[in-house]
């Protein structure tokens, strides 16, 4: 069995982005209900052979106690999706989902990972959180990066991500620790380009074989200094970047359930969606087959036809 792993939280996002002036007689947003359940149909009809996993954030506290300024930069107040009735949903048209207390979906994601990966098994993650490169393995593990208003869709493999980034997926880690996420308020080198820390990844493989042999390198003294003084942060980048893959999973099966799916659809008035076909297209195909898909570009929403 081959599997598609989705942040929930992401594709959330985007949906309701995507589908934004939607909203019910009486005032509710239905754009993200609307857009989760045809980007599943669409992933669905371009993955037939894979099952589907959603994974979620639960409460994820673990790394604002690491740093105290994780993701300080979003704006976590606002709501813009009931989840209750969403992972409601999902169980009714037959979605697996994962969740773990305190954590969020990237190491969700990644304990399923390695939960699930085998050398007969191929798993896609569909997510744009670069965080999953660490992930890569050819042939195994492939990261599906969502089309964007900035970005076609992509996919990537070892090739991929050495070719964009120069650095092997097992050392895009170390790549990230030094770069930092400005997207979740982790701080990075300043002002040290990337070829510079391309060098030191490629050369030195970890933190410490990195800060061990910094004076062997032809480096400016900015650029020296700069490093020396970011190790503390590097430690803590370390722990907030690197993906946690033993984590105790909660792990919720689907119950497919045409009626309980048509309740959400007349709730949100989704009326070009029908409850009996959505639940026979999310009905697993027989565990014999081992057919994997074709991996191609397509559209998170577009009409998977």
């Not at 994974?55 to 107040?77: G, I, T």
């Not at 803590?236 to 984590?247: A, C, G, P, T, Y």
């Amino acid at each position: 069995m081959n599997y598609v792993i989705i942040d929930g939280y992401g594709l959330a996002y985007r949906s309701y982005y995507a589908f934004s002036t939607l909203k019910t007689t009486t005032g509710i947003s239905s754009g993200c209900m609307y857009g989760f359940l045809i980007g599943l149909r669409t992933v669905k009809n371009k993955f037939p052979y894979c099952h589907i996993i959603v994974a979620w954030d639960k409460d994820p506290k673990r790394k604002k106690r690491v740093f105290a300024d994780y993701k300080a930069n979003r704006n976590h107040s606002v709501s813009f999706f009931d989840k209750d009735d969403l992972k409601q949903a999902l169980v009714n048209i037959n979605i697996t989902q994962a969740e773990c207390d305190g954590e969020e979906a990237d190491d969700v994601i990644a304990s399923l990972v390695k939960k699930y990966s085998t050398d007969e098994n191929q798993i896609f993650i569909y997510s744009s959180d670069k965080d999953f490169f660490q992930l890569v393995q050819d042939g195994r593990v492939i990261i599906i990066r969502p089309k964007s208003e900035k970005y076609p869709e992509k996919y990537y493999d070892e090739e991929m991500v050495k070719n964009e980034y120069g650095v092997n997926s097992k050392d895009f880690l170390l790549f990230q620790i030094f770069r930092g996420d400005s997207i979740d308020n982790i701080p990075g080198t300043k002002r040290i380009s990337s070829s510079v820390l391309i060098n030191l990844v490629n050369k030195y493989k970890t933190i410490n074989s990195v800060y061990e042999n910094l004076d062997k390198e032809s480096l400016t003294k900015y650029q020296r200094d700069t490093l020396t003084a970011f190790k503390e942060q590097a430690i803590i980048n370390f722990e907030l970047m690197k993906l946690r893959d033993d984590l105790d999973l909660t792990i919720f099966e689907g119950n497919p359930n045409s009626e309980q799916l048509d309740y959400f659809l007349n709730k949100y008035e989704i009326k070009s969606i029908r409850a009996n076909e959505y639940v026979n297209i999310f009905m697993d195909i027989p565990s014999h087959i081992k057919k994997g898909p074709a991996v191609k570009s397509y559209s998170l929403f577009d009409d998977g036809d």
